[in-house]
């Protein structure tokens, strides 16, 4: 049996109050007590004048695109935004596949020295699936399908066909769970259907079929420009005009006339628990809809700040009881994959709101949305010990949460099942 013990000046186990001179015991990679310090020094690994807290669990991003940072400025048009993107990627990898994985294994490593334990990443393709199964964080897997117009029937690299198949494979291969309680790895593998302006009701629905029958968990992008709103409602507008330059419109997508949440409702994303990414326009009604489903929404703030978008309403989605938790998008439109800074960068929009709510959007809310909170999100006993200590600003607060979202101290130990992984 392999067991240790951390200390820290202050422990945040999120389900319950901090910890003053905490203590986590660690056995086999699992908590086995959280609780306040006594007896000598030597009794444990001090870590010092650091907040011990559980994982950070950043639910939303891609990592394949991290070879995009600070090359991707927002010019004013997302759609032209996309297009610049596509073409910047294409021209990066050539096809050899050894840009993606580059980007990967470099974004994985950024989120661990992030404190980011646990972290799901839209990807594609067989790399990418070899990528999250062999790093060491706590990887939910999401492959991308799309398809619309002439595509939504065919078979090509991101159509439900080829996803099924490969998550087969992946699960003959062995490329599930990782068989111990120590590693990280690839936890779950899922689907995701990429957006509505992109990807047809009926591509949607075998998507969620497929999720539904192995139980596998399913995001896509949802309200993320009103751009998307307008396509929705007549099938015009730039996303249309996108679609007649790729050849991919032929009259065969009818406009629902409703709202992306209503048309999520219609399509069966909100029965099914779905990640719905971003949101970033809803109405009251919209958010009836979606409290009265199983979805959760993940808000990525700096994203959001990158395009200019109108203010987010997760302060009402909160209030509704709707699971919303913090993601951090990819590098393209990001300055870090940490979610940390993520927090840190609502704190200073958002004073009205919780710290305590703040944490949990960056833990325990994201570990509940990938089916994982059983496992991960906060410091208790039997759950696996992904840990982040945070070197306080003030050794002398007496609020280590408010400690933790104002300063900008980084990560000084990253535990994975135990391990210390960072500083490596």
């Not at 060491?136 to 999401?142: K, Q, R, S, W």
């Not at 809310?365 to 982040?388: F, P, Y």
Request: charged share 20%; hydrophobic share 35%.
């Amino acid at each position: 049996m392999s067991r240790a013990v951390l200390k820290a000046r202050w422990v945040l186990p999120v389900s319950s109050p901090p910890i003053e001179n905490g203590r986590v015991a660690v056995e086999n990679g699992r908590i086995a007590t959280v609780e306040t310090a006594t007896g000598p020094r030597s009794a444990a690994t001090d870590l010092g004048d650091v907040t011990l807290l559980p994982g950070f669990v950043n639910p939303h991003t891609h990592l394949e695109l991290s070879l995009c940072r600070g090359r991707m400025p927002f010019t004013g048009s997302f759609v032209g935004w996309i297009e610049r993107l596509t073409s910047l990627y294409q021209h990066e990898d050539a096809g050899t596949g050894r840009a993606l994985r580059r980007s990967i294994r470099g974004g994985l490593r950024q989120s661990l020295a992030a404190g980011v334990t646990t972290v799901a990443d839209i990807g594609s393709g067989r790399r990418a699936v070899e990528e999250w199964h062999g790093t060491a964080l706590n990887v939910v897997g999401l492959l991308e399908v799309l398809g619309i117009g002439p595509k939504r029937m065919s078979e090509h690299d991101r159509s439900v066909a080829r996803v099924t198949s490969l998550c087969q494979q992946a699960d003959a291969m062995g490329q599930g769970p990782p068989a111990t309680e120590a590693c990280g790895s690839l936890r779950r593998l899922g689907i995701s259907p990429h957006a509505p302006y992109s990807t047809g009701p009926l591509v949607y629905r075998e998507a969620i079929e497929f999720a539904t029958r192995t139980h596998r968990p399913i995001c896509t992008h949802l309200g993320e420009t009103r751009d998307e709103l307008r396509f929705l409602s007549d099938g015009t507008g730039p996303f249309r005009e996108f679609l007649e330059r790729l050849g991919l419109w032929d009259g065969s997508f009818s406009p629902p006339g409703c709202s992306p949440v209503e048309y999520a409702r219609q399509l069966g994303l909100l029965a099914c628990g779905s990640m719905l990414a971003h949101v970033n326009y809803a109405t009251d009604s919209d958010l009836d809809i979606l409290a009265r489903g199983k979805s959760t929404v993940v808000y990525c703030p700096r994203s959001h700040r990158f395009f200019g978008h109108e203010p987010h309403r997760y302060r009402d989605m909160l209030d509704r009881d709707i699971n919303v938790c913090v993601g951090t998008d990819s590098l393209a439109s990001n300055d870090s994959l940490s979610v940390l800074d993520e927090l840190r960068f609502l704190r200073l929009q958002d004073q009205q709101i919780s710290g305590q709510c703040l944490l949990a959007m960056g833990t325990i809310a994201g570990a509940r949305a990938l089916g994982l909170d059983a496992e991960t999100g906060s410091l208790e006993v039997g759950k696996r010990a992904d840990l982040v200590a945070v070197p306080l600003t003030d050794t002398k607060a007496r609020d280590p949460l408010a400690d933790l979202l104002s300063g900008n101290a980084e990560p000084s130990a990253v535990y994975v099942g135990g391990q210390r992984l960072h500083p490596g």
